[in-house]
Structures are given as C-alpha cells and as structure tokens.
C-alpha cells in the first residue's frame, strides 16, 4: 500500500479519551498543510457506513485543543464488524474519494481498522485513544494522563473526609481489564492498597494488614480498586472486608466517568499532537501503513495494528514491590 493519498478521513470511535480533539486538531491541518482533503467522520464506524462525513477546514479545528470528548463524537458499532456493513464503509469512502484513514481509538476500533485494511485498499493508521493506557507499543495513550489526574485530584479530597472521620475508603476507578489507572492514581496518593486485574489480591492479606494498622491507631487508610479486579469493584470488596471488621467505618466511592470528561492535561495535548502529525506524515509516505503510532522512550513507534490488539499489556512487577513498601 504505497499509494499516494489525497483525501484523509479521520475519526475516534470506542470510549472518549481527553485529548481527542487535540489529536484530530492536528490531523486536519497537518493534512491541509500538505495539501491533502481531510474528512471529519462523524460517529466512528456507523458514520463510515451511514455517510456521514464532512469536508473539514483549518477554522472546524479552532479552539478545541483545550476541550474534552471528540468534536468528531464516538460509538461502537457492531454493524461494521460483519462483512456486509464494512463494504458498506468502503463504498461510501470510494464515492467521496477517501484513501487514507486515521481511526483514533482503542483495541476494539483498532479491530475494526485492521480487518479492514486487510479486507479493501484503503491503507489505516491508529492512534491509541483511551484512558485505560492497555494497547502494547505505546508507553502513552491520548487520555491516561488526564484520567489519573482527575482521579488524583478526586482522592486527595475524599483523604481529607477520612481523615477527619477516621474512616476507611475503598474508591473504585475505571479499568475493566487494566489496572494502570487504579496503579497511577493509588501510588501518586498514598493509597494503602491497590487492587488490579493483572495481579491476584489476597483479601485476608489485606484485613490482617488493616487489622495492624487499627492496633497502631492508624484508622485513616484508603484502598484504590480498579473496576475490573477480580471481586468485582468497591462495592464488594467493602462487603467482604465488611464481614471481618463490622466496627470499621467503611465508604465506598465510585469516581466513574468524571474519570473520561475534563479538559485534557498538557502531556495528553502534547502526546496528541505529535501522534496527529505523525498519522499524516505516514499516510503520505506510505511505508508504515496499517500501524498503530505510540511512542516508546520518547520516539514514535510503530506496531502493525494486528499485533496491538492482540499483545497483552503488563505491569512490571516493581510496581507492586513499591506499592508494598511506600504503603507501610
């Protein structure tokens, strides 16, 4: 797929990521700036199928760097992972012209892109977009910085309530399958404990722990769980440490999806506009299409889009050593 591109599309699809519209923003006028047509793709893959898609200028891109959400909006559509609703997208794109695509999203848009590049002639290049940061290839994704910061921000508050009641918090955080946010934002407050998916928590380990901390008179603790641990979010894991300390003042705090919303931080802006650009810049030289753009140690890298979904993330196991030892 070496062929010279003229008409881009763009779009976001899956869940919104803080820092989207940074990235679109700098799509569309890299594009520009090259001389191609750039297509705003409304809704993700239904817009792909459904048609809706506009022509954008440099001003459809003014002053959204600093918004949250996508300008572009997002769905999931399961339309486009049969055959028959993918030639659909293709037949719409060919009668616009479009033939390039740049799909900003996560591992179940990247699905999406990767079958469709290989089923039709239209070369694709991903962008990760999600707050979970669990694509492999990438040490970044548009929107994790922002969401640890806004659940920083949230615990910090809710440490001052528990310790002006002496009383236990189990504050759940958005992660189905990842723990990198329940991670971030537990280390960064001083959480007692995380809960992850990636790692087997023994509960008792935990109570006997809090147990201790009871008999030294520490009765301010916090415990970070990601939604997607194995006990199946706060709300449980308060029921079981519940039934082995019935005298402790145990809340539970969901922060859920203020998690996504936000103006996106500096680093997500700054991630987004370099990733944007690059997207354009390898469409037009043709030699890494069909990739997912991260960046690892500060350089751009690329991992064929196939590989980035199916690639499991892991969390290197110091992290738990030093979850462990800063927590004592």
Known sequence: MNKKVSKI???????????????????????IYYGLDVYGI???YTGMIENDIFKM?????????????????????KEFFEPEGRKKAYETLKKIGIDGLVVIGGDGSFRGAQKFSTEFDIPCVGLPGTIDKDMAGTDFTIGFDTAVNTAIQAIDKIRDTADAHDRLFIIEVMGRDSGYI???????????????????TDLNDIINSL????????LVNLLVVAEGGEYGGA???ARVIKSRMPNADIKVCILGHIQRGGAPSALDRLIASRLGYAAVDTLIKGDKVNTMIG???????????DHAVKAEHTIDPEWLKI???LAS
Request: hydrophobic letters at 35%; proline letters at 3%; glycine letters at 12%.
């Open 9 to 31: 599309g763009v779009l976001t699809s899956g869940g919104d990521a803080p820092g989207m519209n940074a990235a679109i923003r700098a799509v569309v006028r890299t594009g």
């Open 42 to 44: 409304v809704r993700g």
């Open 57 to 77: 200028e440099s001003r459809s891109v003014a002053n959204i760097i600093q918004r949250g959400g996508t300008i572009l909006k997002t769905a999931r559509c």
């Open 182 to 200: 329940a991670l971030h934002s537990g280390v960064g407050t001083g959480a007692e404990n995380i809960l992850i998916p990636e790692h087997k």
């Open 211 to 218: 147990l201790e901390k009871e008999k030294r008179k520490k």
């Open 235 to 237: 709300n449980e894991v």
């Open 295 to 305: 960046i690892v140690n500060n350089d751009l890298h690329y991992t064929p889009l």
């Open 323 to 325: 979850i462990k030892i």
